[in-house]
């Protein structure tokens, strides 16, 4: 199956700076890859995804990037706030478009 | 919110008897999931159905077994539960399956073997 591996595990950062979760996948015939935020005592929803044709996708302080090449995606957030702080996921599509792994999710602190 | 409805929320339940959790959706989705959310682990899949009566098995199906008799119900079934089945069981939802589209998440179920 798909083998997705993201990093860091926990990343704080203050108010106002950038933060970056990066995730790589193995299955080179992946074309789909959504990023989920988890707050506390909720479930995941998603903030954002990418398809295999595009390189980068933007919605407002969220940016997506891909790189099919070295089999790796990553969630930019800037300008932070407290808001953001939660947990973040990754995640890749394997056995065809049914079913997704997800990467073991990042805790991000937003620092006041 | 999409119309994904958990239950129950929290249970605990002793460790060799058998425990049902339930997932209700009203925005009739094709297919829907079963996941547990440990520390360390992140989201593991348990089971999966792509249709009525359809289903199959995720990355950690051992000790669980799921029916969808419904399009709207999926349940999810622990034959004789056990400690490590302690965990938060997450189910969801999507309309063209979660390698391709949005998946949608309940709230979860908080479950404790004891």
């Known amino acids: 199956g798909e083998n997705v591996e993201q990093h860091p595990s926990t990343l704080s950062v203050q108010e106002g700076d950038s933060a970056v979760i990066k995730c790589t996948y193995s299955?080179?015939?992946?074309?789909?890859f959504p990023w989920y935020k988890q707050e506390l005592g909720k479930g995941p929803q998603l903030i954002i995804d990418?398809?295999?044709?595009?390189g980068e996708k933007k919605d407002q302080r969220i940016a997506v990037t891909l790189n099919k090449t070295a089999k790796h995606f990553s969630l930019h957030i800037t300008e932070t706030q407290p808001e953001d702080s939660a947990v973040y996921f990754c995640?890749?599509?394997?056995?065809?478009?049914?079913?997704?792994?997800f990467g073991i999710g990042t805790k991000l602190q937003v620092i006041p | 919110d999409a119309g994904i409805t958990q239950s129950p929320r929290h249970k605990v339940t002793e460790t060799g008897t058998p425990v049902t959790l339930r997932c209700h959706q009203t925005?009739?989705?094709?297919?829907m999931y079963w996941y547990r959310q440990d520390p360390g682990h992140g989201l593991r899949l348990i089971h999966y159905?792509?249709?009525?009566?359809?289903?199959d098995k995720g990355e950690v199906s051992d000790g669980y077994s799921v029916s969808r008799s419904k399009t709207e119900d999926f349940l999810l079934t622990l034959e004789s539960a056990t400690s490590s089945q302690t965990s938060v069981y997450f189910c969801?939802?999507?309309?063209?399956?979660?390698?391709?589209?949005?998946?949608?998440f309940g709230q979860g179920t908080r479950l404790t073997v004891v």
């Open positions: 925005e009739n989705h094709r297919y």
């Open positions: 995640a890749a599509p394997y056995g065809g478009y049914q079913k997704v792994t």
């Open positions: 969801a939802i999507s309309e063209a399956g979660s390698g391709d589209t949005e998946a949608f």
């Open positions: 299955d080179s015939a992946s074309n789909y």
């Open positions: 159905s792509y249709g009525v009566k359809d289903t």
């Open positions: 990418i398809r295999s044709n595009v």
